[in-house]
């Protein structure tokens, strides 16, 4: 009996370690669909109505264009957070599979932007500045020498001074 709770213990220790390891997936596709506009794409004034990946494609880049299959990958993983609402439409049709659609959750309603023009599309964007995400590799720098900053070893100057200079 010790023996199968302590291998279930390390299987659940592993399996968290990877999640932990891989959170950095959650905020890159928050970003990654904050950039293309899928929130408000998908929002249309309050419709909220599902859409299929080629529909909210077609709506973010009206030339075209596009991958439609990465575009899924990252909707059904921020599906798994609560962000977005997946909707299977099944034909009855066994050659296919189910065609998936996508509406915004009461989290992904924050990302659209509300007749005052506001929405927090730009607080997940500021968090992951360029600037932010070339520091955060190094904070293990300022354990080894507490005179180091992160931020000063990655751009050359400290958070205040840059951004005073390149707000963005």
């Known amino acids: 009996m010790g023996d199968v709770q302590t291998a279930e213990s390390s299987n659940k220790a592993r399996l968290a370690i990877m999640e932990l390891a891989n959170m950095i997936s959650v905020p890159m596709s928050l970003n990654a669909i904050v950039r293309l506009n899928v929130p408000d794409a998908i929002w249309q004034g309050g419709a909220n109505t599902p ?4 529909q909210i494609l077609s709506r973010v880049l009206p030339s075209g264009g596009g991958d439609p299959e990465n575009l899924q990958r990252i909707l ?9 609402d ?10 296919h599979s189910p065609e998936r659609k996508y509406s915004l959750t009461d989290i992904g309603k924050t990302l659209v932007t509300d007749a005052e023009g506001l929405s927090y599309a730009p607080y997940v ?8 995400m070339r520091a955060w ?3 293990h720098e300022a354990v080894l020498n507490p005179t180091s900053e992160p931020f000063v070893k990655a751009n050359g100057e400290g958070a205040y001074s840059y951004y005073g200079k390149k707000p963005e």
């Open 51 to 54: 859409l299929s990946v080629v």
């Open 125 to 132: 964007l500021q968090h992951h500045q360029d600037a932010l």
């Open 76 to 84: 059904r993983m921020l599906t798994s957070y609560g962000v977005f």
């Open 86 to 95: 997946e909707h299977l439409n099944c034909s009855g049709d066994d050659s």
């Open 137 to 139: 590799p190094l904070v």
